[in-house]
């Protein structure tokens, strides 16, 4: 086995000059991984809290809109005197719509209890946020167009001749309106999720 | 000055550790060019995200001007509807017309944004901007074109129990028209979820 050899020289005052700063070189990197650790697991615990309210909001809106039946007591000449979620296809949409957002939102628990577990693990966040994204753009698509047809029945349409029918139903109006707000402030947490899942996988 | 010596010995790989070395300091030189190669697939990806910034540009000045221009005069008078269709016959649409002309011009605001991230495919800030704003554009997107495809399905099926008449059999233009604008407003929808799960890719840590 041959041996090469060379001499370094070594000057004496930086050397003591490195010898004190290299511990605290060491420190600080140490400190900068464990505090974005923390800080991301900060985001990962705020992430699971919202996936809960969430959950909340979307089954909130799915129940309502499904129970907001409404007969009236008497008859009237033109219209049904029976009003229901199902009488409208766009609500049809609507309940179904949310009820498989509060599903997902379900599933996507242990996903978010694995980023909070390890927070530095990039591929369930990804996979989160890409879920996310999707879940959001469906609950608003839910969202809207059940609001554009609530609006329809509140203010009806003259150039159409399409009556507003809450003028007779106006408790089955009441709770859809209700349902479809609802599912407008589940969509606010989904755009919050998804921004927080963004801010979480940057690289520092 | 004192100075200290030390001696080093180098074992008989030195030849290995030479050759290696040699190649590790000519990566590190093309790095500099290059930006390293987690910088060539981000630039890919970033590229693709321009393009695809185009399209959605496109696609919404088309969605929007085709629903501005979606007017039908029938040449006949009919008992009980008007015989004059227009989108400012239906807040909805005149909702779709402005947000959709909002949507354009914001993706046409982003581009230089979009232009930042290619040349600076490491950077954060830029791309983190663009998913929070990609994020909420979706949304205005999303409930354009929902709201209107809901008036539209209505306009074409009309609705039994409370007695809305399907206005599409007397005014069929119009209401081919408005649809082409709804289906052009949805697949932007679907350029948008593709622009924000690029950049989350790109945000990655590697």
């Not at chain 2, 190649?23 to 695809?52: C, H, M, N, Q, S």
Request: charged share 10%; net charge neutral.
């Amino acid at each position: 086995m041959k041996n090469e050899s060379t001499v370094i020289d070594v000057p004496a005052e930086s050397s003591s000059a490195m010898k004190g700063s290299a511990p605290l070189i060491g420190v600080a990197r140490d400190h900068t991984t464990n505090g974005s650790g923390g800080y991301k697991r900060g985001l990962s615990i705020f992430d699971f809290l919202l996936r809960l309210a969430a959950i909340i909001a979307a089954s909130v809106a799915a129940g309502t809109m499904f129970t907001s039946d409404e007969t009236l007591p008497f008859f009237t000449q033109f219209l049904q005197f029976e009003a229901g979620y199902d009488d409208l296809p766009t609500f049809q949409f609507f309940v179904i719509a949310m009820s498989m957002i509060s599903g997902y939102l379900l599933l996507s628990l242990p996903f978010s209890v694995v980023t909070i577990v390890r927070p530095l693990a990039t591929a369930p966040r990804l996979l989160l946020l890409v879920l996310d994204t999707a879940a959001m753009a469906f609950n608003m698509a839910a969202a809207s167009s059940a609001a554009a047809i609530g609006y329809l029945a509140h203010n009806g349409n003259q150039n159409t001749n399409w009556l507003p029918i809450c003028q007779q139903f106006g408790d089955f109006c009441q709770k859809t309106s209700g349902a479809v707000v609802s599912s407008f402030v589940s969509v606010v947490f989904f755009i919050i999720l998804v921004v927080l899942s963004g801010v979480a996988l940057k690289r520092h | 000055m004192a100075k200290e010596s030390t001696t080093i010995d180098i074992g008989e790989t030195s030849t290995v550790t030479k050759s290696t070395s040699h190649a590790l300091v000519d990566e590190k030189k093309k790095g500099f060019v290059t930006a390293a190669p987690g910088g060539g697939y981000k630039r890919g990806l970033t590229i693709f995200d321009f393009l695809l910034r185009l399209a959605a540009i496109g696609i919404t000045i088309g969605a929007s001007s085709v629903m501005f221009t979606a007017e039908e005069t029938l040449p006949f008078f009919t008992q009980f509807l008007q015989f004059q269709a227009g989108y400012d016959d239906f807040p909805t649409f005149q909702f779709f017309v402005i947000a959709i002309a909002i949507v354009a011009s914001y993706l046409v605001l982003s581009l230089p944004f979009s232009i930042v991230t290619i040349v600076r495919p490491l950077a954060v800030a830029p791309r983190l901007i663009l998913l929070i704003s990609d994020t909420v554009v979706l949304t205005l997107t999303t409930a354009a074109a929902a709201a209107a495809a809901s008036i539209v399905y209505l306009a074409h099926n009309g609705n039994a129990n409370t007695n809305w008449l399907p206005i599409c059999q007397q005014f069929g233009d119009f209401c081919q028209t408005a649809s082409t604008a709804v289906v052009a407003a949805s697949i932007s929808v679907v350029f948008f979820i593709l622009l924000i799960v690029i950049s989350a890719i790109a945000l990655k840590r590697h």
